[in-house]
């Protein structure tokens, strides 16, 4: 008997499923574990395999289509099987679309009498409003990171005019963590753009328009975002609710993000002669999980052949893809100092524009200062046993092991014997989280990035400072992706480096609290009745005092410094 396949819920805040590419056409056969299509969700591009043997009798929709979650994807059975009551009692959203628009063209041939212009605008008075994620030719403003409310055009590559392929660089866009790429994922003429360089763009918002030209009324859907009546607003306060890379609903465009910027000018193969896909503009054709995972390997996608439809370059590409020797890269050439305009007896001075980043720590944290009573707790710290601890570690350690490790280290031990500082305040209830995952604030020239090192209780020494400079490196870079930030229980600032002594930060939320590192000065103390010379560290723990009382952070704080301590106790 035929069995019907529905669009899985491959994430957690997956809502719908944009078909990449079908690997199986309607009367291939198919046996378990076949490759049938890959599937871009709102976290990351899928490979979706069959569970069943039988021949594919029905697809749901085209490469490019939009099928909701739990909407009929495929048909599997045997040749010949009648199938039409499983694709009328499957048949989705996608699939009623063409019977509708068919309906609309075929509405006007059957007036045959001549309307006045009054009349004839009648029906359009009355129709209901436009919805703009429904209409195909419309890209909106994506949800590039799960804090963005905006986006800044930082670049157009793409004019009115201009021919516009799948995979195609259409602009960059400027958030409040990173600048990233928007591709196309459709053919078509760039019809009109709804900002211009520097311009911001609230999300969901009316960002350029593709489509046949000719055939669009551009005009009409300007008008329609203009009212507010496109979808944008309409759609704004529910996606704000997600943290989730939003598309547009059904029937809209979607857009590729690549935080990877490196594509812009691909170098020369490294490896072997390949011939990647490319596009007409000489841009890699790959999947974004392909350029994610390439991207996190170092590998360059331009040098991987793709096995994808037309040379496209997916996951298992990158997966078996076996480069030759890296070359080192060469330094990039330092930036020239602007020059300044200030000159003895004349007042002069430099505006800057805010940037997307810049605001939302501005936002954040001062709704964070304001909104949660903090308050702090400071502990001195004798680090002379874990300067001697790291002098031995580095003899032998192939990552060279920093005291902010040792800090992170003792701090994710203790947090498992202290809960409830590893916590979130929610408003009418409280998160004890059970896993340990630490932000540690990365500053770039922008401001402010908090990458995180998830699980750090399980992992050694070695393997958190390897992956805390990864991140440094990322951060400085612009590579980071969403992924990379959220989620973190529990924050670390240090300002040790740059020979403060001691400070007080402000709480990350939704963490409870955060610890801010001070430097390690050689001062006198007093050890066995003398006066001698010792090493020192103060450590601040800033508290929510909804969540963390007084005795909870001091406990805590007593724990971390018993630890540094003595640093072979944590490493047990």
């Known amino acids: 008997m035929a069995e019907v396949i529905l669009m899985p819920r491959l994430s957690d805040t997956m809502t719908e499923g944009v078909i990449a590419a079908w690997h199986k056409k309607v009367g291939d056969q198919v046996s378990k574990g076949d490759l049938l299509a890959e599937v871009e969700t709102d976290k990351a591009t899928m490979d979706l395999e069959s569970y069943k043997d039988g021949t594919l009798l029905h697809i749901g929709g085209g490469d ?71 209409e195909d030719s419309v890209i909106l403003m994506p949800r590039l990171s799960d804090t963005m409310t905006e986006g800044v055009i930082a670049e157009w590559h793409k004019k009115v005019g201009d021919e516009v392929k799948k995979g195609d660089l259409l602009a960059e866009v400027e958030t409040d963590k990173a600048t990233m790429d928007l591709e196309s994922y459709k053919n078509g003429t760039m019809l009109y753009l709804g900002a211009q360089k520097g311009d911001k763009v609230p999300v969901n918002s009316l960002l350029c328009i593709v489509g046949e030209k000719g055939k669009i009324d551009v005009d009409k859907i300007i008008a329609a975002a203009k009212a507010g009546s496109g979808g944008a607003e309409a759609h704004a306060s529910t996606d704000a609710d997600k943290e989730v890379i939003t598309p547009a609903d059904a029937g809209a465009e979607q857009l590729a993000v690549s935080p990877d910027r490196s ?244 709480i990350n939320p939704p963490d409870a609290c955060i610890l801010a590192i001070g430097g390690i000065s050689q001062v006198p103390v007093v050890k066995n009745g003398a006066v001698v010379p010792g090493n020192v560290m103060k450590v601040t723990l800033s508290c929510d005092h909804r969540v963390v009382d007084g005795a909870t952070g001091a406990a805590f704080l007593q724990t971390v410094k018993s630890l540094l301590e003595e640093p072979l106790r944590m490493l047990i």
């Open 64 to 134: 490019g289509s939009k099928i909701q979650v739990n909407d009929l994807l495929a048909i599997i059975g045997k040749p010949g099987e009648d199938i039409t009551s499983l694709i009328k009692d499957g048949a989705s959203t996608p699939g009623a679309e063409p019977a509708r628009k068919e309906e609309a063209a075929s509405a006007p041939a059957a007036e045959s009498k001549p309307v006045s212009a009054p009349e004839a605008k009648a029906p359009n008075a009355a129709a209901p409003a436009m919805d703009l994620t429904k």
């Open 263 to 506: 594509d812009k000018a691909v170098p020369p193969p490294t490896n072997q002669p390949v011939e990647p896909a490319r596009n007409e503009n000489g841009r890699v054709i790959a999947s974004p999980l392909a350029k994610k995972l390439a991207a996190e390997k170092g590998f360059d996608i331009g040098n991987i052949p793709g096995s994808g439809d037309g040379g496209r370059i997916i996951k298992k590409d990158v997966d078996s893809f076996v480069p030759a020797a890296k070359k080192a890269e060469e330094p990039k050439a330092p930036a020239a100092p602007a020059k300044s305009s200030a000159s003895s007896g004349v007042e002069s001075f430099d505006e800057v524009p805010v940037s997307q980043m810049r605001k939302v720590i501005a936002r954040r944290l001062a709704e964070s200062l304001f909104t949660a009573p903090h308050f702090y707790i400071t502990m001195t710290i004798d680090m002379d046993a874990a300067v001697a601890s790291r002098a031995k570690l580095n003899e032998v350690s192939k990552v060279k092991i920093s005291f902010n490790d040792f800090v992170l280290k003792a701090v994710a031990v203790s947090l498992k014997q202290h809960p409830k500082v590893n916590s979130s305040w929610l408003g009418d209830k409280i998160r004890y989280n059970h896993h340990v995952n630490i932000g540690v604030a990365v500053a770039v020239d922008e401001g402010l990035l908090v990458p995180v090192v998830r699980f750090a209780d399980s992992k050694t020494l070695s393997q958190i400072s390897a992956e805390v400079k990864d991140f440094a490196q990322k951060a400085k870079d612009k590579k980071l992706q969403p992924a990379d930030w959220e989620g973190s229980t529990f924050t670390i600032s240090n300002l040790g480096m740059f020979g403060v002594d001691e400070f007080t930060a402000i």
